[in-house]
């Protein structure tokens, strides 16, 4: 008899459940194949899947599999829980009057999975999409493109974005060149562990202005042809991230991206871009930080233009608090009427052997940095020049230059009470003692300071902290305290040597320092 009444307990709270179920819309959740296969056709057609007999895609839950080559779906109008896209060949469209993604309360995902063997293939979202939970895109496809033309809302509350590139997936890109994205709860790019697999949004337009939160390898540009943009999002990096911004197409090199939102948080490496590499063709647009707030983010950050492309800091603060800025062979970094690099930072300009970098300090530019580096091709290794101001020889500056730079604004290197940013005890030099407080604390994953052995100020103790003292050994600053340092035991010395030829392992290309003094 107990049985029996456990038994009819059980059924009958299945019961309610399915009718919880049935009231919230969700009793209707099904599996939907696309059966039209290379066919185009139509979503509300039932015809077009493979599922509940009579049915298509259109209840909260619902998943939807389409597998195709370049094909037309048209008038889609309903709901999904989850969408999955898997192209062969081809462009495929879809198109219709929207889609809501609403997958009862959990968040709803988009996979974009395309095997092409095309190279750079794009696939469109003609249709509205609108947010009733969460969404997760994930995007597979070697360099592949997926645009969303129709726009993105949200419903009932806000709600947020995360764009992730699998495993396989190369350097996909989702695109945006029209229409609005109206969401509150955040974009998030989730970017591989390598350059191999960047995390790519190309906000064409400024489709979008909410913040843009960046993780691992990502870009976010402004990209292809046609337009100037102005990117108004707030961008979060979070910690290690190796983020991208600028441009990186290589068919329209004739227009501008700024971006005015605040850049903030613990980066890696922040690279500005204006095209991809593999394009030397001469460019005429700049990439701009401006806007009214400072941005605060730390890490290095890498100036990266074709012949002619040039960055301009627009804004005190330009670079955050980036612990080096590095301009590349044939980039032109403009600086002149504001403090954009942070007083402690280093600068250093590299060249191929033809075409150097150049800093533009227009008339009344008046930066400083801590201390400047230039590329020696023959050495094969940075060079430390000697305090001072230096300029091009259109300048007041002590040391001018117009291999280097050009317009007649100054800039100040050095002798400012800076310190270098290994300078753990703030003694005033780079030495063993620094080293010996960064391995007492290897390993500290937040709260870290300085004094700690955090020198790029992402509030951790780690291989980039270690890489960065190793390029600043030696290095002295004027310090208030200029206190002697101490004479390291033989065994400390040891050790460092041994962390130095591990660290410089790790890494592609060595810097070393050595100082010179060169004048005009």
């Not at 943009?229 to 290589?250: F, K, Q, Y």
């Not at 020889?393 to 400012?416: C, I, K, P, Y």
């Not at 030696?474 to 040597?497: F, N, R």
């Amino acid at each position: 008899m107990q049985e029996a009444r456990r038994l009819s307990t059980v059924v009958r709270a299945v019961f309610v459940f399915m009718l919880c179920l049935s009231a919230c819309g969700y009793a209707r959740a099904e599996v939907y194949t696309w059966a039209n296969g290379d066919a185009s056709g139509a979503w509300t057609d039932p015809a077009s899947w493979e599922g509940p007999a009579g049915g298509y895609p259109d209840s909260a839950g619902d998943d939807a599999v389409l597998s195709m080559r370049g094909i037309d779906v048209w008038g889609i109008d309903g709901v999904v829980g989850s969408l999955s896209l898997n192209v062969a060949d081809g462009n495929p469209e879809l198109s219709g009057a929207g889609l809501t993604f609403d997958n009862g309360g959990a968040g709803a995902t988009f996979s974009i999975r395309d095997t092409s063997p095309v190279w750079a293939k794009a696939s469109m979202m003609l249709a509205p999409i609108t947010l009733a939970g969460d969404l997760a895109i994930e995007l597979a496809g070697y360099d592949k493109t997926f645009v969303i033309l129709g726009g993105m809302v949200e419903s009932g509350g806000a709600r947020s974005v995360t764009l992730h590139a699998s495993a396989e997936a190369g350097n996909p890109t989702l695109c945006v060149p029209t229409g609005s994205w109206n969401f509150t709860g955040g974009l998030y790019l989730s970017g591989g562990a390598d350059a191999d697999h960047y995390a790519t949004f190309a906000d064409i337009a400024g489709a979008y202005a909410g913040t843009v939160h960046l993780a691992g390898h990502c870009r976010y540009v402004s990209d292809f042809v046609g337009t100037s943009a102005t990117l108004a999002s707030a961008v979060e990096l979070a910690p290690g991230c190796h983020a991208v911004l600028g441009r990186i197409n290589e068919s329209d090199l004739t227009h501008g991206v700024t971006y005015t939102g605040v850049i903030s948080g613990q980066a890696c490496e922040v690279r500005i871009c204006t095209t991809s590499l593999a394009d030397p063709s001469p460019s005429k647009y700049a990439v701009t930080l401006g806007g009214d707030s400072p941005n605060t983010y730390t890490g290095e950050t890498v100036i990266e233009a074709t012949r002619g492309g040039k960055v301009v800091a627009g804004k005190d603060g330009a670079f955050g608090e980036s612990w080096r800025i590095t301009v590349m062979a044939s980039s032109e970094l403009y600086l002149g009427g504001c403090d954009a690099i942070a007083d402690s930072a280093a600068l250093r300009l590299f060249t191929d052997g033809s075409d150097p970098a150049r800093v533009v300090l227009t008339d009344g530019a008046a930066e400083a940095v801590a201390s400047l580096y230039f590329w020696d091709d023959t050495l094969g290794e940075y060079i430390q020049q000697v305090s001072g101001t230096w300029g091009s020889t259109d300048s007041a500056a002590q040391h001018r230059t117009d291999e280097w730079f050009s317009g007649a604004g100054v800039l100040s290197v050095g002798g400012s009470g800076v310190l270098p940013s290994a300078d753990a005890d703030e003694n005033g030099v780079v030495d063993a003692a620094d080293y010996l407080t960064l391995k007492a604390n290897m390993g500290l994953s937040g709260g870290a300071v300085r004094a700690d052995g955090d020198f790029d100020g992402d509030g951790d103790v780690d291989w980039c902290d270690l890489s960065i003292l190793i390029d600043q050994m030696g290095q002295v600053g004027s310090s208030p305290i200029a206190t002697p340092p101490a004479a390291p035991e033989p065994g400390s010395l040891v050790l460092l040597s041994a962390a130095s030829a591990l660290a410089l392992g790790r890494r592609r290309r060595r810097a070393e320092t050595r100082q010179i003094v060169k004048s005009a």
